[in-house]
């Protein structure tokens, strides 16, 4: 049985949602958007994700109408939004502090909206029973907001966001407030939810994790442009900037100079007498140009002697150790003063460490381990 993988933005017969066509936008001197061209598919959660300051809460705000672009387009369902206000797009929005009427039931809090829209009374009955299932949240209809936990009035912001079914719902770092085991369990949630009602959600976050969690593509952005989009396992697999990689998850970089090996191997000479770094890569380098090997941490084996036949092997010495429970973290001084961190899963039960502080060991990695990155 195959299964049909979602990947909208590779059919180039799917038409976009959303389009940024061009897209600026400026306070004063200030750009908070540069020239951004994007496109968001129907059904995709899309994370934008970044630093603060780097636009993505911009683009949200413009998607939602409460921002105008400076210069470019933004279309929805083919519609150019520049004339559309606010509460007449088919746009949701939200927000961390989730807005909760006090004095409103739960019940009440998820028909506001509806009524507002002036909905028969039956129809809004039905729609609120739906989202209240939709949210686990039936039980506590009646309860007031601050009756119920962070997490559950989380699920009730999303369930009043959603009443009204929009075409696209946007959150703004919307599990902010939630401590970080009910955040993970709530990402899980938010999946589901979106599964369910087909809705095209955005969010915005700057929390790496639930950005790769949650999302079917991740939107790296830096100073109002977007580095790089692509799948969790793409963004962090294959990275395209040395800015990427650090942002997403734990790396070790390593400077160098490249010389060519074979068709798309690489030898990358990092340290004065040491062996180089061999690697491959789909980059075109040119000779002795200055590169960045990217490598990921649980992608380094560590041992006691040099491992026969690896194609990288590379002695140092510990220099500290985190105990993470279900990884330890080893950070080891290679020659030339390079810190370079490796994992090792701590699958045993109150296993004796193998290694300690001042320990020497042997780190080693396959040809296909490391990015090679230009910049």
């Known amino acids: ?81 520049a004339a559309v206000p606010p509460n007449e797009r088919a746009v949701n929005m939200m927000f961390q502090s989730y807005a909760l009427f006090p004095h409103l039931s739960i019940w009440d809090n998820i028909a506001f909206g509806l009524r507002r829209m002036k909905m028969p009374k039956a129809q809004i009955e039905e729609r609120v029973e739906e989202m209240l299932r939709l949210t686990r949240m039936t039980q506590f209809a009646r309860r007031k907001p601050h009756q119920v936990s962070g997490g559950q009035r989380q699920r009730v912001a999303l369930a009043r966001s959603l009443a009204r079914a929009p075409k696209l719902l946007l959150l703004d770092e919307p599990l902010g407030a939630l401590d970080k085991k009910l955040r993970e369990e709530t990402q899980f949630e938010l999946m589901d939810i979106q599964e369910k009602t087909g809705t095209t959600f955005v969010i915005v976050t700057h929390d790496q ?56 191997g690489y030898d990358i000479h990092w340290a004065e007498g040491q062996e180089p770094i061999h690697a491959k890569t789909t980059t075109v380098l040119s000779e002795g140009q200055k590169a960045f090997v990217a490598l990921r941490p649980e992608k380094i084996s560590i041992g006691e002697e040099k491992p026969e036949g690896a194609v990288n092997a590379v002695k140092g010495k510990i220099i500290d150790i985190g105990y993470l429970g279900n990884i330890s973290t080893y950070h080891v001084e290679l020659p030339g003063g390079v810190m370079v961190k490796a994992q090792a899963t701590n699958t045993r039960r109150l296993s004796r460490r193998n290694f300690t502080w001042e320990d020497e060991v042997w780190l080693s990695w396959t040809l296909t381990a490391a990015s090679v990155l230009e910049r």
């Open 209 to 264: 994790e639930e950005a790769m969690t949650v999302a079917s593509r991740v939107a790296v952005m830096d100073h109002g442009k977007i580095i790089q989009v692509a799948t969790p396992p793409k963004i962090y697999e294959e990275p395209n900037s040395v800015y990427v990689a650090d942002f997403i998850g734990d790396v070790n970089i390593i400077e160098g100079a490249a010389h060519k090996t074979s068709e798309d």
């Open 1 to 81: 049985m195959t299964v049909d993988v979602f990947a909208p933005w590779e059919d180039p017969t799917e038409k976009p949602l959303i389009q940024f066509k061009g897209v600026t936008k400026r306070y004063g001197s200030f750009t908070a958007i540069d020239n951004l061209t994007q496109d968001i598919y129907t059904r995709e959660f899309f994370a934008l994700l970044g630093p603060s300051g780097c636009g993505k809460t911009t683009m949200m705000r413009m998607l939602a109408g409460f921002e105008t672009p400076t210069e470019g387009q933004i279309l929805i369902a083919g519609q150019d939004m």
